[in-house]
Each structure stands twice: as C-alpha cells, then as structure tokens.
C-alpha cells in the first residue's frame, strides 16, 4: 500500500480520489494548493503525488520542478481538467518538468488506479 | 491782192490754231510741279550797272531789277544767288538755280540754254575827244587809231570787219577812256551804255559818243534757264512784255541808264531784234503781231483760270495731304501702340518697318530691325521654315494664319501670325506684311485648364468611388465610369441627360433613388454617409455607402447635387465573415474556459457515481438511477470535449499530409456509419498536394460535414457528394475571402439534397451551440468545429444554401508548395 499525496484546489476532485485511493487501500494526505503541498511533501514521506496543473499560489508545472529538485526518484501523476487551453499544453509540460504518468478529468477509478500502477511500476 | 491776203489770212488762222494748241501744251506744262512758282535767280557779282552786288551782299543791278519786275508781273516769286559768271553758268547747269538774268546771245550757249527774247541791246558806239572830227559811218574810222577792250565783242567786230588796222587794245574799259581823256588817241569802241557810264564815274571830261550805233554784240541780252525749261521760258518772255507795256520796263531803264541816257532808245531797240527777224516775213510778222496779241490774251485768261485752278489745286493739296498726315499719324500710332508686333518685310525679307513690340520680342529697337533680316536675331531652324512661308506667300499672294512656338531672346513664345502680302498701288507684290499676336499666357492657361481637367478626370475616374452629379431637375449632368457601369452604361456620355426613371428597373426603384435627392436639392441638406441597396442586373444586391450634397452656385443657389458612392458589398461581406471569426474564437474561448471547470465538476460525478454503481446491490433501483447518471455524465463529459475539440488551438502538431489520402480514410469511415437513406458520394480529383494540417482534425472536418449533410436528408433518401479539388486563388478571388492569402488551397465541398438553411440563420451556421435540430439530437457544434478547424489552418468555409433544395458547405485549406512536401516527404523518411 502507499502512502500518497494529493494536491488539488478543487474540493470535490480531493474527496473523489480520496474515495478511490482509500477503497484500493492507500493512505492519503490532501493539500489544497501548491505551497501546502508542497510543505507536506518536504514534511513527510510519500510514495506517491498526484498534482493537479491549473491552481492558484503556485502552478502545477512549478510544483512538479520544486518536488523534483528536492527528490528526483518520487513518482508524479499529474491531472488536469481541460489539459490543455491557450497554445499551453499542462499535460506534455508535466512530462518534461518529471511528471511520471499524466490524466485528464474526468476520469474513471480505473483511469486513476491504472495510471497509479504505471507510476508505482516505474518507481519499482 | 485781197485773195492773197485772204489767203495768207486764212494761213495765218491755221497757224494761229497750230500755235494755240503748242502754247495750251506749253501752259499746261506750266502747271508741272517742276516749274514751281518760286524761282532761284543767280546774278552775277560785277558787271555794273546790269548786275553787282551791294555793300550787303544783295544782288542789284538792270538786269536784276528787270527780273524781278518780271516775276512780280507773272506772280512768280524770284529769289537771287550771287556769284561769279562760272559759279551762276555751272549752278544754272545743275538744276540748283532756275534762271540767269543777263546772258548774252551765242550759238554756243544756245546749247545749254534757252533765251528769252533780249532785253537789252548792247549797241556798241564811237567815243571820241571832244576835239577829234566826228565821224558819219564806221569806215570813216579806217585811216584812225582806235582804243578796244581786249577780247571784247567790240575787238572782234573791229577785226571782224578789218575796220581799221591801227588798234590799241587795254584789259579794261576805264584804261581805255583814261587814254582818251589823256589825248593820247581819239577814238574808243565800246558798249554805250557802259561807256558812258564809266565815263561819269571816272568823272573824265571832254569824252563824247559819235557816228552810229553799232551792232557788235549781236542780239544783245536775255533771260537764260536751263535748256528745255519751256515753262519758265514762257513766262519769262511773257513778263517781259508785260513790264514794257506797263512802263515798268522804262523806269528801271531810266533808274539804271538816266543819267547817261535818258531818252532811252532801247525801249525802240528792246523788239529790233524781233522787228528784225518779222521784217523778212512782212505781211506775216502783221499776223504774227495779232496772234502774239491774241496769244497774250488768251495766255492772261488761262493764266488767270490756271491760276484759280492752281489755288484750287493746291487747297485740295493741302487738305488731301492733312487728311492723308491725319490718317498717317492714326495709323502710326495704332501700328506703335498696338499690343501686337507688326513689320513689314521687303520681297528679301528685309525689314522696312518694325513697331516696338516687334522689336522688343527681339531685345531690340525698332531702328535697329530696319534693313535686317529675321536670320539675324531668331534661331535658324525657325527662320529656314519662315522664309518658306514668305516665299509662299510672295509668290501666291495668299495670306497665312497659324500658330508656332518661336524661341525670342525675351524665352520661348507661342504666337498667332497673321502674314499678308504687301503690294504696291499696282498690286504688284513687293514684301510681307506680318502681325503677330503673342498668345502664349492664353496658351498656357488653356494648357493649364486642359492638364487641369485631365487631372480631375483622372482623379474622378481613379478613385474607388461612383461619382456622378445632377440638375435640379434630377437629370444626370455627368459622372465617372464607375457610376455608368452601375447603370450598365459603356460610356459615361450615355449617362448625361437621362434620369433615375430612364434608367430604373421600375417606377418603385426610381422612386426609391431619387427620393433623397428631393431632400437634397430642396432643403439644400447634404446626406452624409447612409447605405442603401441597389440591385444588380444579376439580381444580387449591391449595398453602396454614399453621400448626397448639394451644388450650389456662386449665389448659394443649389443647382443640382454631387453624389459618390462606394460599393461596401465585399467589405460588409469580409466584415461579416470577420465578425463571425471573432465570434467564434471569443466563442471558442469561453466554451473552453467553461469545459475546464466543467471537467472539474464531472469528475466526481462520473468517478463517484460510478463507483456507487458498482457497489449497489444488482438490479436494485439505486443501480438503475446511478447507471443513469454515469450515462448523463458520459454524455456531458462528450459534449465537454467537442468543446474542447473546438476551442482548442493549437493542441496538435500540424505535419505536411497528403489531402486526398486523409479525406480518403474519412470517407471510408463514413461509409461504414451512414444511414441506407443517404446516397453518398465522393468526387475526388487527382493531384490535390498536401497540406500542413493536423490529419485527425482534417478527417473531424470531413466527418462533421457529412453527418451534418446526411441529417439534414431527415431520413428521407437523399445524395450526399463530397468533392475535394484544387484551385487557386488570385489577388481577385481572395477580395472575396478576407481571412485568405492568394495562393493554391484544396477545397472540400460537401453538398446535400436536403431541407436547406432558411435565409435568415444562414449567418449564424457557424457559431458555437447554433443548432437547428431538435432539442437532444445534437448540441450544434458540428459547423462551429469545421469553422475552428479551417481557421486554424489559416482556411475558411463558405455556407450556401437554398430552401427546400439543399446546402453545399466548402471549406478551404493551404496547399503546402510542392517543394515543401517534397521537403518533408524526405525528411519523414529519415
């Protein structure tokens, strides 16, 4: 089981992968923007972050450098609602930044624990 | 006796008519300018008494009186010269002197003189000492010694007739009294006159005259002219006569020779010569004293009527000639001071009068033009061409008329010539007569006003606008090509005259057109601006942005109206097709900024609700109703990302693909899905190229075209054709597609056999969510998609649509060139 960190400005996003993590087992820590997530992530040890991109105080992108500076190994999952608007695309700049699987809302409690395989796996 | 008076009478008669006709000659040609009525008389300096000069130079003497008398007599004013024998002789000769008072008789003079008759008869005569015998006849003298004055006539007579062979010759007449008076001889020969006189001024005594007179110096003195002089001849003689009749003649004999000679016997002597000459004639010198008497008379009446005809004459000269100087001084001064230049040239095109504006065209005056030629002040290729001209005119006595450009020291003229051949009072050509108006600042203002008007035609006719303006009753009074072609007109004369009636389909349209121009003319309101429709001949409808503004005169009245108008029917048109892009993309954002955070939101309605299915109990009716809104969310979240699909921008990377083979696939799709009704077809030429295009985003276009094509048959059986071709689009054919460049584009064109888009929606087609099928059958995004694809390939759609018969949409991509595609071909292939 791992111990997983959820960042995400959207209250109900937080509490729909809370149900889905929490059902497959996991322990779950939520954060509702990137400066408390990332103090989480600097405060304890995760096995995983699933960051949302689009947020106020600090942007996905920024968030996944941050982490990646300070730990090069934790896998990431990034999410985002639309993935891409205005010629930026959040999704392939999350990949760039270190982000080890991306997914797009909504998704489906298969979507979400597929893609927490693939980072797990990666990690393994 | 009687018979041969009558006869020689009747002779006389014949003569005397003869001789009437030869004097009416003679008279006449007393009236010739050249014998003036004042005569210059050259006397001579010291032959005294008969001619000398006084203290103050003034000629005097018998003869000098004598001519004067005679000039009072014949009303001839006599003006006197003196000088010596030669000088008076050779002046006589030249012309410069009329006539000579005291000339003696000799065949030699003869020549180069006429005489009158003598006045004077110079007798010569015997002077003795008191003491010495008087003689009776000359032959007495044979035996004595006689004193003569050497190369006198009277020495020639002596030796003429061996008078005596004992002569005493001296220089001079007193050395030839002094020797007498001294006693050294007796006997002198001398003129008597002169001798006599002598001898009183010498004071010498004892010295008489004796025997007779003696005709040694033949006829004695005359009046002289200049041979053939007849005139004055006339006169001369005539005048003599008249101072003998009147006594005249005797009291200057008397002034002259009183003191020596006061009897006078010349008055007897003076018509001896005549007497003489008639003597041999006898009868006859009777009937020559009558005719000379009736001559006289006759004379002294003619004289009298030509005298009155002479001041006649001479009144009339004197008024013609004030006439004819009036008429010179007017023609002078308006030849002067005429604006004009005018000369007139000689037949060798030499200047004989030149006014000052002739000259100063020239830099000169107009002295210095006279006796020049044109070769001498203007430019010879001009000059060559002008003596042409002359020449012409000289010899076909033509005038000319016509314009040239002449290059004067004062710059570069432009002038109207007028040239006319000069003649002379027998029409004979002897020069040119030229008067040339200087037109150039008339010239240059018409050239002015010509370049003026082609620049305002050519402005009229390139700006973009109609122009055309009209009377006040509404009549077309001109206009620019643009406005002609708006009626259909090949020229913009077909135009002028006509009115908006003329020219309207119908009465309504006229109507229409002119309504505003009424406001305008009347209320002298200018429209500024306003849009109104016209229909064209293809019965498409042209909208014009015009303006309407009245024409006034310098009064301020209007007299008619100025219209220009634009045709902005392309321009609405692309604005149009601008909006609708902007529309769109503001559209296109807004739709994604509402999917993002509708995603959001069907997160953990889609997860959660499923999760929830899961778990409910089979066949439960919280199963069913959770099933139900995982169907909703799925649905929700589909038309969440065909917004998305349609906002996005550029969410994929274009790469250079093969058009044909895209649409290709599409269509093989298609036929897969499409429903039996729809018959659909594909049209597809060859050799399309390639364009740079997201391939899955080309083959959206293709699919939402169709479904949207195979919807609107509404199940009934219909055709469906796609055609995809080639085609190039010029500067001309993109004024049509604002948001296109000029260049090569693949279009795909869809068009169905179905229900049509009504007219009034047909612009909203391509917005977001514009949908005309029922509720639930569709969320309208289908064309919006197709427009955001185009767009984002730099293409465009195009909608056409008729009612009830069906609608083609045509969508435009960029053709990639084909070195580009080649380009990228090889470069795929590393």
Known sequence: ?124 | MNRSMLALAKRAAVFLGVAAGFLWTFVALADDPNSRSLIVVGSETDYPPYALVSKDGRAEGFSVDLMKAVSEAMGIEAVFKVGTWDEVRAALERGVIDALPLVSYSKEREKIFDFTMPHTVADAVVFKRRQAPDIEAVGNLRDQTIVVMRSDAAHDWLVRNDVSGKLVLTDTLPEAFRLLAAGKHDYVLAPRLVGLLTVRELGLPGIETTGPLIDAYGRGYGFAVKKGNTALLLKLNEGLRVIKETGRYDAIYEKWFGVVDRKGPSSELIFRYVLWASAGIGVVGGVVFVWIAILHRIVRRRTAELRNARDDLESRVAERTRELENKNFVLDAVITGSSNAVFVKDRDGRFILANRRAARNLGLEPEDMIGRKAADFLPPEFVSKMEKEDRAIIETGIATEGEETIRYKIGERIVRAFKTPYRDSEGNIIGIIGIVRDITERKRAEQDLVAQRQLLDTIIETIPHGIFWKNRDLTYAGCNSKAARNWYLEKREDLIGKTAFDLARDRVEAELLTARDRVVIDEGKALINFEDNHLRADGTVATHLSSKLPLRDAAGNVTGLLCIFLDITDRLAAEKQLRQAQRAKALGSLAGGIAHELNNLLLPIEALSKMAEKRAPENSPERLRLSKIVEASERAAEIVHQILTFSREDDEEKSIVDMASVVGEATRLLNATLPSNVAFRCQQASGIGAVRAVSSQIQTVVVNLVTNSAEALEGRPGDVVLSLDRLELDADAVREFPELQPGPYARIAVRDTGKGIPPDIIDRVLDPFFTTKEAGDGIGMGLATVHAIATRHDGAVRVFSKPETGTRVDVYFPLVSEREALVSVSLGQD
């Open chain 1, 1 to 124: 089981m791992a111990h997983i960190l959820v960042i995400d400005d959207e209250e109900l996003s937080l509490f729909t992968m809370r149900e889905i993590l929490e059902e497959a087992g996991h322990t779950v820590v939520t954060a509702g923007d990137g400066m408390a997530g990332l103090a989480l992530q600097g405060a304890q040890a995760f096995d995983l972050v699933i960051t949302d991109m689009v947020m106020p105080h600090k942007e996905g992108v920024q968030l996944i450098v941050e982490i990646r500076e300070r730990d090069s190994r934790i896998p990431i999952l990034a999410i985002s609602g639309s993935g891409r608007s205005r010629n930026t695309d959040f999704l392939e700049l999350a990949r760039q930044h270190g982000a080890n699987a991306v997914l797009t809302k909504p998704f489906s409690e298969e979507d979400l624990l597929n893609a927490l395989a693939v980072c797990l796996e990666t990690d393994g």
